[in-house]
């Protein structure tokens, strides 16, 4: 593991991306579980203005790993975002969230970067969303998706996942009141 920290992974470095700007600076780095209050309290507001769904506090703990979190020079947690492994070439980012304070400095923009990467290291070649910010994943790269975006193999062995990022993905009736107005979308990695 020549470079690596220690304690650090030589897939997914612990390192935080400093990403300096005109108004603000800010890291993005993988999250630990001292920062799983930090990113229910992000969420929260979101989740009472009906733009991202509830997650228990067990659920947050569980997914960890998946997490990065932008924070500023403060040490405050400015945003989080996660990255899920649907299959073997498809993962989802979901629980994308900037605070207001922190909107348009570049945030979202740059844990979408890190996620991406990580994506791109764990060996995925398709990433998937579930958004009301259309016009941000597109810049991105993110284009909208119809109904079949898996060969019918693919979609009988993801649609026995019990999780109800997969069964959006799928776009299964049981899930549509909870994606109400929201797009469905994707991006080729590079």
Request: hydrophobic residues 40%; contains cysteine.
């Amino acid at each position: 593991m020549t470079g690596a920290l220690r304690g650090e992974s030589p897939h997914f470095p612990t390192r935080a991306t400093p990403y300096p700007g005109r108004m603000s600076e800010f890291t993005v780095r993988a999250a630990t579980t001292q920062d799983v209050r930090g990113i229910q309290a992000m969420l929260e507001p979101f989740v009472q203005r009906r733009i991202l769904l509830g997650k228990d506090l067990v659920v947050l703990y569980e997914a960890t790993q998946q997490f990065v979190v932008a924070e500023n020079s403060d040490g405050e947690l400015v945003g989080c975002g996660a990255l899920h492994v649907m299959w073997e070439d498809l993962g989802e980012i979901r629980t994308l969230i900037v605070v207001d304070d922190w909107l348009h400095r570049g945030v979202g923009r740059g844990i979408v970067e890190h996620l991406e990467e990580n994506a791109r290291r764990l060996g995925l070649a398709r990433l998937f969303c579930l958004t009301f910010e259309v016009e941000f994943f597109t810049r991105r790269g993110f284009a909208p998706i119809g109904e079949q975006v898996v060969d019918p193999d693919v979609y009988s062995q993801l649609i026995r996942s019990p999780d109800e990022g997969v069964a959006e993905f799928l776009d299964l009736a049981h899930v549509k009141p909870n994606t109400l107005g929201n797009t469905r979308m994707l991006k080729a990695l590079r």
